[in-house]
């Protein structure tokens, strides 16, 4: 099976040179000789860390560990596969990419892929070909009544999935197609009674949902009357993620309009269309997301988005304006306008044009507020009342909140100074007031990112504690109290990663870690690794940790689970991922040392327990005594480990 030759993939790397992929993204601050540096796109920071290498064509960031070269770069921003990657940067650098069928690494799920798609082809001929047969009446008079033409329904391949339980299923399964591929596909849902599948949709008017390629990859299917729900859509599946989508936009980008409209849902959109206006795109029922920000700006430098005039539209609208501003911060190099506007009298923009006409709506379009703007009369009219009193306390909130939000330093300036007026204040006051709330939040926004970093890091410990435990079932309970059972050579999983951690803080083990939290030989089970754990110590350097040739060297004098140590200890240290950011290092080393000495307890309580059921007089007073001790320390442990 053939795959994208070698040359071509050079000379993709020799054309999207890294500077010019990357800066699509990212604003560069600082040049030192060959080397970039700016804000990560890929986590939250206020300075920055991601470097560019000319010289060597890759990019790094110090603070997430993320790097590659253009291809990964636009795998990772994009969210594209390999062959994906390539295929989008051929188009921006004018490579030609040849076509190619199946190959590649991920073969078993690109067929599987391959498959699911055209098992949804065959879906829709399935929908339209009932859409058009006597058991579709019922929904060729819905759609006269939406005004649908007959073009539109083609062009759009709207169908109809009839009542029952399988009927689709019958027609796939004589299409030859499987239950798994079935089950993959989004468009069939288990029966509790039989655990067999069944249609999800079924009396439902059909609408198939393309990618921007005119592939189609689920459906959406609306009642015929006022059952609830009136839309039902396919879930995310093999082959769709609902948030990286939008509705329409393979139509939409033969308009070759430099603007998109984005509306509601695809009703609106298939109504837009059928009215002339070409270039409407929906989010697919959900509020609009940063990949369907980035997809539209692929395709488009301005976008306009129609919100309802009511409460909750109003709400929304702040909603998403604040996540796209947020966003584009992050993406300083990703340049597209976001405009706000809406249908006079509150109706949808679809009712709209049929009232008043497609000119009349491209004025409505035309007359759409650039969002600093929007925001700033926003503040104002949200706090007038009805004699046109303005309500300055309240003003002067929303307006530093707002003027926050708006990264761009000489808009939010004007903002500043156009809203000094009404405050009665000096500009430079306020501006000052906005850059503060925006850097707090800019510090608030590092702090969260940095904890959810450091949350998936305690995951995966959590994970490994867990197959720790499965693996000690049997020996924590007697070897935490005394030591009998246990083979020399013995070293859990979780014992290993402590110790690569405790290298791999260097110094800081000994200037930045509390005396008791320091690894110690009886952390350990086997005495193999507690003579290794005294070398460490005792070879220690405040200054430089240890000198890591010296630990291999002593290694490979001894065995660990029956294997050389050093053998184990180079494994471990490429199964244990360094983070490269020094706090999550050291919590990470942390959290292994009190989950390594909680579990340790844990066996030595039940070992106490056990021994006072039958003790008495002063050896009992000396057992209670342990016990007692030992739940103050446990205390003390959750307490420190709380505090990560
Ligand atoms: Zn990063």
Redesign the pocket.
């Known amino acids: 099976m053939a795959q994208i030759p070698d040359s071509v993939i050079e000379e993709i790397l020799a054309k999207a040179d890294i500077e010019s992929v990357v800066g699509k993204y990212v604003s560069f601050t600082k040049r030192t000789g060959q080397n970039l540096f700016g804000l ?1 796109p ?2 939250s920071e206020k300075t920055p ?2 470097s560019v290498s000319l010289n060597k064509g890759i990019y790094h ?1 110090f ?2 560990g ?1 790097g590659g070269n253009s291809i990964g770069f636009i795998m990772e921003i994009e969210k594209l596969s390999y062959p994906e990657a390539i295929r989008f940067l051929g188009q921006q650098y004018n490579v030609e990419v040849p076509e190619v069928s199946g190959g590649s690494s991920d073969g078993s799920d690109k067929k599987t892929k391959e498959r699911v798609s055209a098992l949804l082809t065959e879906a829709a001929r399935f929908y339209y070909s009932s859409f058009i047969s006597p058991v579709g009446e019922q929904a060729r008079q819905y759609a006269k009544k939406r005004n649908l033409s007959k073009e539109t329904l083609t062009s759009f391949g709207i169908g109809y999935a009839p009542e029952g339980w399988d009927n689709l299923y019958n027609h796939l399964i004589s299409k030859g197609y499987t239950d798994e591929e079935m089950r993959v596909s989004g468009l069939f849902t288990v029966s509790k009674k039989t655990g067999k599948l069944i249609d999800l949709f079924r009396g439902r008017l059909m609408f198939p949902i393309f990618d921007s390629f005119g592939k189609i990859i689920a459906f959406g299917g609306r009642s015929l009357g006022d059952e609830m729900p009136k839309y039902v859509n396919s879930p995310d599946s093999l082959v769709y993620k609902k948030q990286e989508h939008l509705y329409g936009l393979n139509f939409a980008k033969k308009a070759k309009s430099n603007q998109l409209i984005i509306v509601e849902g695809y009703m609106d959109t298939i109504a837009m269309h059928q009215a002339g206006i070409n270039n409407a795109v929906a989010s697919l029922g959900t509020a609009f997301t940063d990949s369907q920000l980035r997809l539209a700006s692929r395709y488009a430098e301005e976008v306009v988005f129609f919100f309802d005039s009511d409460k909750a539209g109003q709400n929304a609208a702040l909603r998403a304006i604040r996540m796209m501003l947020k966003f584009l911060k992050k993406m300083s190099g990703l340049k597209i306008r976001i405009k706000i506007a809406y249908v006079p009298d509150g109706k949808d923009p679809d009712e709209y044009i049929r009232n008043n006409g497609k000119e009349s709506f491209a004025n409505v379009v035309a007359n759409a507020k650039d969002v600093d703007d929007y925001l700033f009369e926003r503040a104002y009219n949200d706090n007038c009342d009805a004699d046109g009193k303005l309500d300055l306390y309240k003003y002067q909130e929303d307006i530093i909140l707002y003027g926050s939000w708006i990264t761009d330093d000489l808009r939010r300036e004007k903002m500043a100074s156009n809203a000094a007026v009404y405050l009665g204040a000096n500009y430079k006051t306020v501006l000052n007031r906005m850059d503060e709330v925006m850097n707090s939040a800019l510090a608030e926004q590092a702090a969260a990112d940095k904890r959810d970093l450091v949350r998936t890091e305690k995951q995966i410990v959590k994970q490994r504690e867990e197959e720790y435990s499965e693996e000690t079932e049997d020996t924590s309970v007697q070897s935490s109290v005394e030591v009998k059972n246990t083979k020399d050579d013995i070293v859990f999983l979780q014992e290993l990663k402590l110790f690569v951690m405790a290298v791999r803080l260097k110094e800081n083990l000994a200037t930045d870690i509390d005396r008791e939290d320091v690894l110690r030989p009886g952390d350990f089970r086997g005495a193999n690794m507690k003579r290794i754990v005294e070398f460490f110590l005792k070879n220690f350097d405040e200054r430089y940790g240890i000198n890591e040739p010296l630990l291999i060297n002593e290694l490979s004098k001894t065995i660990l689970n029956g294997m050389p140590a050093e053998e184990v200890y180079l494994r471990a240290c490429d199964q244990f991922r360094e983070s490269s950011n020094y706090d999550v290092k050291r919590d990470e080393y942390l959290m292994t040392l009190y989950d390594l000495r909680l579990k340790q307890i844990e066996g030595m309580e039940k070992m106490l327990v056990k021994y006072l059921e039958s003790a008495t007089g002063s050896r009992k007073d000396d057992l209670l005594l342990r016990y007692r001790r030992l739940n103050t320390y446990r205390d003390h442990l959750i307490a420190k480990k709380e505090q990560l």
């Open positions: 990560c890929f986590h860390s991601f960031c603070g997430c993320k």
